[in-house]
């Protein structure tokens, strides 16, 4: 079963941040947040990953709450090339056996519009 | 090389052939992954290598799937007896190494081979 909970679509204006949310409420102390994206007939991107920090890249933002329960992925000036489904994964640095797996939900389909 | 490299991007093959798919990783990854990616759906286990570790066959659907890595390097997934059910993206992903420690390492995915079963 899905670790993560994120709504099914999203829309946002070209040139506006798009903040997507991802609800992980039984995420455990040592399970890390990770942010892929999968461009239309494209293999899923790693955008960015977190423990409990607040985390930046050159291609997004990583905001998790201090209970850890829910985290917002933020592409600051989002553009057409960033429309993708986007996943949130909650996974263990590890701990033997099948941690090592990303399970992929259904994710957001963020749709940037012009 | 500088990306995961998947072959052939694209297969379409009678059903009951058997197909192998490859999938060069980045070198010195040492971790290697399967996915499959049905229509419309998330992303599917299928099989995990690393290092010269035993695989984890645990996603298998089926006892018509294998797969094997070569060197610690190449990796080849066959299916067997192809089914019109098997028709999907298949996905491969390697990483730099096992997390053993706190730092940890996102995947680098292919761009997968598209099997269409006819």
């Known amino acids: 079963d899905a670790k993560t909970t994120q709504p099914p679509s999203m829309d946002c204006a070209e040139g506006r941040a798009a903040n997507l949310p991802c609800n992980h409420s039984?995420?455990?102390?040592?399970?890390?947040v990770y942010w892929y994206r999968q461009i239309h007939s494209q293999g899923p991107q790693y955008i960015i990953h977190?423990?409990?920090n607040n985390e930046t890249n050159e291609m997004a933002s990583l905001i998790i709450t201090e209970d850890r329960k829910s985290s917002t992925l933020i592409l600051p000036h989002a553009t057409l090339r960033d429309t993708a489904v986007y996943y949130c994964i909650v996974r263990a640095s590890y701990s033997g056996a099948g941690s090592y797996q990303l399970t992929f939900g259904k994710g957001t389909k963020l749709s940037v519009i012009p | 090389g500088a990306g995961v490299s998947q072959s052939p991007s694209n297969k379409v093959t009678e059903k009951g052939k058997d197909v192998e798919l490859r999938c060069d990783p980045i070198?010195?990854?040492?971790?290697l992954y399967w996915y499959r990616q049905s229509l419309g759906q998330g992303l599917e286990f299928l099989i995990y290598?690393?290092?010269?570790?035993?695989?984890?066959k645990s996603g298998l659907p089926s006892d018509r799937f294998s797969a094997e890595r070569t060197g610690g390097s190449v990796s080849t997934l066959t299916i067997q007896r192809t089914q019109q059910e098997d028709s999907a993206v298949y996905l491969c992903a390697s990483s730099p190494r096992l997390e053993g420690d706190r730092r940890v390492y996102g995947y680098t995915f292919g761009s997968g081979t598209r099997l269409t079963v006819v």
């Open positions: 039984t995420i455990s102390g040592n399970e890390y």
């Open positions: 290598f690393q290092g010269n570790s035993a695989p984890d």
């Open positions: 070198s010195g990854h040492t971790a």
């Open positions: 977190g423990l409990k």
